[in-house]
């Protein structure tokens, strides 16, 4: 057993996924005390499931490759998320609604359209993601958009906290907000393509939360938290690529059970905002 | 524990080398640091949510925001910290045109409108206020640090400054937020219902380092909801019914009749 395990590991596909695990582990973690802090975990769940129709139908108007998957989840991102606000101005609907409708309607029309271009088997690597599948291009795309933002949201941390704290208060002290604003949605849905290969476009927002909650339960240090979540999410996805492949079971879903997991520890255990620890000062 | 910020009053050499930092001064510079506010109107999206406000005010006055809910208090607020766009009319500070937001201009939300759980301390808060200074990329320097030390001290924060601000009374809170605007160095404190909430003791420090700000030379604006305390904090009184009702000292418009055009 150990021995196939570590010919497993010899093999450049094994290499390849385990170098994404901690890439995307850490990149997406790094940026979920983004989402966190930004409330806006609800938002990333509708967006990650709206990118699916994009990506179908960019496959099937230019061929599947991981520019054009990206191309498409960006113009769907854009479509639902501006098409949400539009509706919601122009009608008496909140933004909520309309994002839900837009979403699973488009999510909807992307699985049928899946299906159609797709075997059974490349459905659900969307869905679920295909992490052993990834090529050395899409390797590289995963690592520069992993640096860019980790990059991008490090250097703008100073303006980015005041704005996550308060956007008035942000923009009266000269913070360019809504600048920031498109930067940090730029970035997630950046995020979310590129982590949809490793876990899917279901599993992702897990991948894009949890790490951040769980420092967040931890620390009151908005540094910390960003570090933290980052180290998380690449402890976590690591760890889940070494517990999947005796246990057999998928790459995608043992990264985010795990990162749920760590979740649960935090949430229970926690010193300062535990469960046990809000019950003992009651 | 020190009470307010040094006195500047006998400092008649006030040095305007760092010509934004309003720390005392007196009554010295407020002539030119003058508000003016002419037939001043703002609309949310068609709809016209304020209209003809005009008044003129400097450094060193106090001024009651009055008026019903919905009268426009918020929203004349936020245009002048440049927060919501000015549909007709405008907004002179210094004599020069108001054009977008400036440092010297510090806005104070409502603390219901601010999540408290977010993870920072008051000194974190605080620091804030140096981001016009201090950009994306300059270092936090010595000269920041004292700034901020300053702020903290005349807000009475000293001793709470490593507490996060979740485990702040109303009081604290209300503090914090205006050391981060003297943090900023502002001039001008624009404050959303400063009073609204805290206890009486609370009330009673707000309202006295109130006295202190102005004293030092600053120009207070603040939405207020209690009528029986505006003669006690504030100097000067607009009131405010979705148009200008009436402004100028307490004393002279804060009467029964002008309050019952507001209401």
Request: charged fraction near 15%; glycine fraction near 8%.
């Amino acid at each position: 057993m150990t021995t196939t395990f570590y010919d497993f590991l010899s093999e450049s596909i094994a290499r390849r996924a385990l170098l994404a695990c901690a890439l995307f582990g850490f990149a997406n973690g790094f940026m979920s005390a983004f989402v966190v802090l930004r409330k806006s975990a609800l938002k990333m769940g509708t967006l990650s499931h709206g990118l699916l129709p994009g990506i179908a139908l960019a496959v099937l108007l230019l061929g599947l490759s991981s520019w054009s998957a990206l191309a498409g989840a960006i113009f769907a991102a854009m479509f639902i998320g501006l098409g949400s606000i539009f509706m919601s101005r122009t009608s008496r609907l909140d933004e909520d609604t309309t994002l839900a409708i837009l979403y699973t309607t488009a999510f909807a029309g992307g699985l049928i359209l899946l299906q159609h271009v797709a075997t059974r088997q490349k459905l659900d690597e969307w869905l679920f993601g295909s992490i052993a599948g990834m090529s050395d291009t899409d390797l590289w795309i995963a690592f520069g958009t992993s640096v860019i933002a980790v990059l991008t949201l490090t250097a703008l941390q100073r303006p980015l906290l005041i704005y996550l704290f308060e956007p008035n208060v942000a923009a009266s002290l000269g913070v360019p907000v809504r600048l920031l604003n498109y930067t940090l949605f730029g970035i997630m849905i950046l995020m979310l393509v590129s982590s949809l290969q490793a876990v899917g476009c279901i599993l992702s927002v897990g991948l894009m939360v949890t790490p951040g909650a769980t420092v967040y339960l931890w620390s009151d240090n908005p540094r910390m938290i960003f570090l933290g979540g980052g180290i998380i999410g690449c402890l976590g996805a690591v760890s889940a690529f070494f517990l999947s492949y005796p246990l057999g079971w998928g790459i995608g879903s043992t990264i985010v059970l795990v990162l749920g997991a760590l979740f649960l520890i935090a949430y229970i255990f926690s010193p300062r905002y535990g469960i046990l620890a809000h019950w003992n000062r009651k | 524990m020190s009470t307010a910020a040094p006195n500047h009053h006998h400092d008649h050499n006030h040095n305007h080398t760092h010509d934004h930092v309003c720390w005392g001064g007196g009554d010295a510079h407020s002539h030119q640091h003058r508000l003016d506010v002419e037939n001043l109107s703002v609309s949310y999206r068609e709809v016209l949510a304020l209209e003809n406000v005009t008044f003129h005010s400097e450094c060193g006055r106090s001024i009651a925001l009055i008026g019903p809910n919905g009268a426009g208090k918020s929203t004349l607020l936020k245009a002048l910290a440049g927060l919501v766009p000015i549909g007709k009319g405008l907004v002179r500070w210094k004599g020069q045109r108001m054009e977008k937001s400036s440092h010297e201009i510090a806005y104070l939300p409502q603390r219901g409108d601010v999540d408290w759980q977010f993870p920072i301390t008051v000194r974190g808060l605080v620091e804030m206020g140096r981001y016009p200074n201090l950009g994306l990329w300059k270092r936090y320097s010595q000269h920041d640090e004292e700034i901020v030390e300053r702020a903290l001290r005349a807000m009475e924060l000293i001793d709470l400054q490593k507490r996060q601000i979740s485990a702040l009374s109303g009081g604290q809170q209300q503090r914090t937020f205006i050391a981060r605007a003297l943090a900023q160095e502002a001039h001008v404190l624009l404050l959303d219902e400063p009073f609204t909430g805290l206890d009486k003791p609370s009330q009673d420090t707000l309202h006295r380092l109130f006295r202190d700000l102005t004293r030092e030379g600053r120009l207070l604006i603040a939405s207020h909801h209690d009528l029986q305390t505006v003669p006690d904090i504030f100097d000067d009184v607009l009131l405010l019914k979705r148009e200008q009702v009436a402004f100028g000292p307490v004393k002279e418009v804060f009467t029964p009749e002008t309050i019952a055009r507001a209401y």
